[in-house]
């Protein structure tokens, strides 16, 4: 069992920038995709964005050119850093991994990212 514990969480103004930070623990064995999801209040949890192991990085359309996301493969570890904050990005972040060896994806807690206009 994977078990995901996010960071980084809190309030920031608009313009502002966060960074958020993801550390999994467990059985993880092969490689795997990690990355971050947005849940705003009412809507449904999308991408924002995702890494493999390798380091290649795909983002969500909100995402792109504002949020960089980044990985520590030896400390299993997944980052997000967030600039250029909007109140539109307020929402609980969620902290995700693939594996590919057994097809099982995990979640974390969730963080709450809270931007004031």
């Known amino acids: 069992q994977v078990h995901l514990v996010e960071s980084g969480g809190g309030l920031v103004q608009a313009g502002g920038s966060l960074r958020l930070s993801c550390a999994a623990s467990?059985?993880?064995?092969?490689?795997?995709?990690m990355g971050w999801y947005h849940q705003a209040p009412g809507k449904q949890r999308e991408v924002v964005a995702r890494?493999?192991?390798?380091?290649?990085?795909t983002y969500g359309d909100s995402a792109k050119g504002r949020f960089t996301i980044s990985r520590d493969n030896a400390k299993n570890t997944v980052s997000l850093q967030m600039n250029s904050l909007k109140p539109e990005d307020t929402g609980v972040y969620y902290c995700?991994?693939?594996?590919?060896?057994?097809?099982?994806?995990?979640w974390g807690q969730g963080t709450q990212v809270t931007v004031s206009s």
């Open positions: 995700w991994l693939l594996q590919y060896s057994v097809l099982r994806e995990s």
């Open positions: 467990g059985s993880i064995f092969g490689s795997n995709n």
């Open positions: 890494i493999t192991s390798g380091g290649s990085a």
